[in-house]
């Protein structure tokens, strides 16, 4: 293998595993923004991934090849539904952000996998009717020299995760609505006396963190486990989050992360190809995104600055 | 402008929570261009009234009229466009964001929803150069003064069009050239046509900038006066309800043998210096020993090292003859020490638990309040109904949580707690910080009362008046070391300064004497 085609099935491998992080950090930024904790994403992506997953096997023979974008759009929604059970008990019902995101990640797979079983008679749905597979970015891979090895066969989600990101930047630094998310995350009643209304706020961070994450499953189904099983997810969500962190909760800083997962995600799969870790046993390389996740969170946390208001319930004075 | 019209008018406004009324029947007026100020104690409900006023909280019942008009403010939003602006205490600031971007939050400068910065910081700094009140837009507010924040806080309220200002205790975060600074802005506003409401419990601010004051006592309006004619005392005593003496009144000291005996004693800081160097100290039984001093310049290292709270490096002390160098905090407490911490919120209470279980804190592991390792809980319970009485701590009840509670009344049940186990020597750091006239009053007494009882007490305060009032000797400490030792009624504010800022005793002497006639009868004056 040469090293132009090894550099592209690199590249193209990582961003492939880089996809659902992508979207699901994303959605991790703007519902911590707004100052709510939302471990509930790993709950909200396997959902996303479910529902992607029979809609595909649905709908396949209608849509064709559009069927995994559409794909996308029924894992958001069902994002949307199951964030709003977090807003509800967080926001409203002052419950403990961790508990009803725990609550949410342990009724999501559950859920799911009863609700495959009911469906298709057995715990995995079987290979989905169309898939992301690899595509070539529209004109970009024609540039010589990079253009193969960045933007030749490589994947889609990926590239519009990368340009979801930027439009969340703009949307987070550059617009009214973003100030006010981040005011509500940082000093709630400084809002609050300004005329902002705080829970609405909290809401909208809820539930684009639902979209999201619900997407980042619906590609976790269709580009890379091409069925939906209980395994399909697996710590994703969680991965995502460290992602968030890592990237000091800005999107820009969480796409970075999440690309630097996926990477390490890959070289279990592409490793055998590069010669200095080829002979490391793959289980390693298996293991070394969660342990990555796990020294970047103890390391990192710390000193990452957070939301100032995060996790805190806010009460309206009446 | 003695016709002027009302700009507010709150009529018979009562305010319930709970049980609890935390306004009763308040009548309030504010004329157009004047500062009204409005004093009570903490916990008298000014706060909550002029959180009524600026839509954080809606009355019970009764009558809001802005010029003239009956209104319903029903939220913050509402205020705003009434033109009613309040600049809050704790101040309600995005510690990440530039000033401009603090300034229009809710109120932006946008074009089809995208943030113009510039446009925001532009109209800032016209404000800001208005009203004279110099902030940087562009600066981030974690990384600006305090005085600052609080000018980016005023125009935070211009911003939105504010007529009616409301500052909520202003100055108590201030240094004293800030707040010099503030009352000149106060002034200047007015001027404008803008109208204040200063709320407060320091005389001296009201007598310097404002024309009206309504005392506030127990959630119910006492009086308005005119502040030109009316005296500090005056109005100290409707504060309070009864006559109040800012003289601490006590009988010559009776020293005895001493209780704590300090010898050269080093303390090193956090960051391996000597913050106490070498300092030897008698407190004798009988006596108030006051320690004086600029913050930082050893006393709160001295104080934790005496308690057990810091590490000892090198000295001896030694409290009712027995060797505490480096016991355990318990272990010390036991051997007689009484603490009321610095940080009365941090080190003194528990501000989630119930009074009960902070009243007994230092003695819920002994009899009768723990039984074979299980607490007695109707012993716990008795222990702080007595003391809640006998110490005039007010509150709903024993159960509720220590962080419900007024700052004086919190301090009155640490001081309860401590006082009660009869300790040989007592520690009071800062009690009074915070405080209003009638709990510093109490406070002091009960400090005095100790030594009276033949105990030790040490006062450590910033304050020089306080310092000077309650002790009996003040020891004045410079870069951790005690550079002298006076008896309070034979010095003056004036040598205490000089000392404090480091000059020799002799030189402090010597400057004080020059003018010593002239000197103490202005000090005697300004009580």
Known sequence: ?318 | MAQTANVIEMIGITKEFGTFRANDDVHLDVKKGEIHALLGENGAGKSTLMNILSGLLEPTSGTIKVNGQEVQISSPDVANKLGIGMVHQHFMLVDKFTVAENIMLGKEKHRFGFIDAKEAEKDVQELSDRYGLKVDPKAEIASITVGMQQRAEILKTLYRGADILIFDEPTGVLTPQEIDELMGIMKALVKEGKSIILITHKLDEIKAVADRCTVIRRGKSIDTVEVATTSQQELADMMVGRSVSFKVDKKPANPQEPVLVIKDLVVKEARGFDAVKKISLEVKAGEVLGIAGVDGNGQSELIQAITGLTKVDSGTITLDGKDITNLKPRHITETGLGHIPEDRQKYGLILPMRLEENISLQTYYQKPYSKNGFLQHDKVKEQAKRLIKEFDVRTQSEESPAAALSGGNQQKAIIAREIDRNPSLLIAAQPTRGLDVGAIEYIHKRLVEQRDNGKGVILMSYELDEVMNVSDRIAVMYDGNIIAIVNANETNEKELGLLMAGVSPEKAHEEVKKETGKESESFVESK
């Open chain 1, 1 to 318: 293998m040469n090293l132009e085609s090894l550099l592209q099935l690199i590249v193209s491998s990582s961003l492939t595993y880089a996809a659902p992080l992508i979207f699901t950090a994303l959605g991790g930024t703007f519902s911590e923004r707004s100052g709510v904790v939302n471990i509930g994403l790993e709950g909200i992506m396997v959902m996303g991934a479910f529902m992607s997953a029979v809609f595909n096997l649905t709908f396949f023979e209608t849509f064709g090849q559009m069927t995994p974008w559409l794909g996308l759009l029924a894992g958001g929604l069902i994002g949307v539904l199951f964030s709003l059970i977090h807003a509800v008990a967080t926001i409203n019902l002052r419950a403990d952000h961790i508990i009803s995101g725990t609550v949410i990640n342990l009724a999501a797979p559950a859920l799911a996998v009863f609700l495959t079983r009911a469906i298709y008679g057995a715990a995995q749905t079987g290979p989905l009717g169309r898939s992301f597979g690899r595509s070539n970015i529209f004109l970009l891979h024609r540039i010589p020299v990079i253009g193969p090895i960045f933007f030749g066969n490589t994947s889609g989600p990926a590239y519009l995760g990368i340009l979801v990101a930027i439009l969340c930047w703009i949307v987070l630094y550059k617009t009214r609505f973003g100030l006010r998310l981040r005011s509500v995350g940082e000093h709630p009643h400084a809002a609050e006396t300004l005329g902002i209304n705080v829970y609405l706020m909290k809401y909208s961070g809820v539930m684009i963190s639902g979209l999201l994450g619900g997407i980042g499953g619906a590609i976790q189904a269709q580009a890379i486990h091409n069925e939906f099983g209980i395994l399909t997810v697996a710590g994703q969500g969680f991965i995502a989050m460290a992602a968030m962190i890592f990237g000091k909760w800005n999107p820009l800083g969480a796409m970075g992360a999440a690309i630097f997962f996926g990477f390490a995600h890959s070289l279990a799969r592409v490793g055998n190809y590069i010669p200095i870790i080829q002979d490391i046993p793959s289980v390693w390389l298996k293991v070394l995104p969660y342990l990555l996740t796990i020294v970047i969170l103890v390391g990192v946390v710390g000193r990452s600055e957070a939301p100032k208001d995060l996790g805190n319930t806010y009460v309206k004075s009446k």
